[in-house]
């Protein structure tokens, strides 16, 4: 079993940044994999970014450039760093736990405007 918690969200306004973080606990903690989530209004959900255990990550074609995904194992703890925020970017984030099966987290939520 493993619960995850995120927080960091915000209204923000365009071209701003925010950092999201994702604290993961439970008993089911391994060396396993962590992402980000996010779904827009209307919209199904999609993967932002992948982090494995050793840091290697994988980001949507949205988020490269922009956005930064690490990890604190010792602290059991990832990160979202959002930078040149979009109105397109607002959105309810997720943390995902992929462990033997996937957990999520709540959701934060961050909105983008003027």
């Known amino acids: 079993q493993v619960q995850l918690v995120e927080s960091g969200g915000g209204l923000v306004q365009p071209g701003g940044s925010l950092r999201l973080s994702c604290v993961a606990s439970?008993?089911?903690?391994?060396?396993?994999?962590m992402a980000w989530f996010r779904q827009r209004p209307g919209k199904e959900r999609v993967m932002v970014a992948t982090?494995?255990?050793?840091?290697?990550?994988i980001y949507s074609d949205f988020a490269k450039g922009r956005f930064t995904c690490t990890r604190d194992n010792a602290k059991n703890t990832m990160y979202l760093q959002m930078n040149d925020l979009k109105r397109e970017d607002t959105a309810v984030y997720y943390c995902?736990?992929?462990?033997?099966?996937?957990?999520w987290g709540q959701g934060t939520q961050v909105t983008v405007s003027s």
């Open positions: 439970g008993p089911g903690l391994g060396a396993h994999s």
């Open positions: 995902q736990y992929i462990g033997s099966r996937g957990y």
């Open positions: 982090i494995t255990f050793g840091g290697n990550t």
